[in-house]
């Protein structure tokens, strides 16, 4: 079903709606295609540059049916397994963070405002408190 973007009200803006009603899948599939082959591409890189047996597509990206289609034709072309979890879990991850802290909101965990951020740390992984710190540790 054809919805309203950006790109279909920029267009209307400047172009008859039945115009904007052919062009916008076309636009809609190049992008696509444009944001998915590179994807694709460097993950064939790393697979057979680091001897990968298997990829785990996650996030929001891997609910997108073209990419699972074409990260599983190339993981059977080259020999990796492209895993993805069902479409109903991939979300975006600054979903994935809130529940996060939700979690250690419920286990009595507060921080304040001058909290640091680190963008690669496991969820036991605390390094940006120090002990006896204010919200103490998880």
Do not use: K
Not at 8 to 25: E, F, N
Not at 72 to 96: E, N, Q, S
Request: glycine share 8%.
């Amino acid at each position: 079903s054809w919805r309203p973007t950006s790109v279909s009200r920029r267009l209307s803006s400047t172009a008859p709606p039945p115009l904007v009603y052919q062009v916008v899948p076309y636009l809609a599939a190049s992008f696509e295609a444009a944001a998915i082959e590179p994807l694709v591409r460097r993950v064939r890189a790393a697979c057979a540059a680091e001897d990968v047996a298997a990829v785990a597509v996650v996030g929001g990206v891997a609910a997108n049916r073209h990419l699972r289609d074409e990260m599983a034709r190339a993981g059977a072309a080259d020999g990796f397994r492209a895993v993805f979890p069902p479409p109903g879990l991939c979300t975006d991850h600054a979903a994935m963070i809130a529940a996060a802290g939700a979690r250690l909101l419920a286990g009595g965990v507060r921080d304040g405002l001058d909290l640091e951020a680190f963008s690669r740390v496991a969820l036991d992984e605390v390094p940006w408190r120090r002990s006896g710190a204010a919200g103490g540790a998880p």
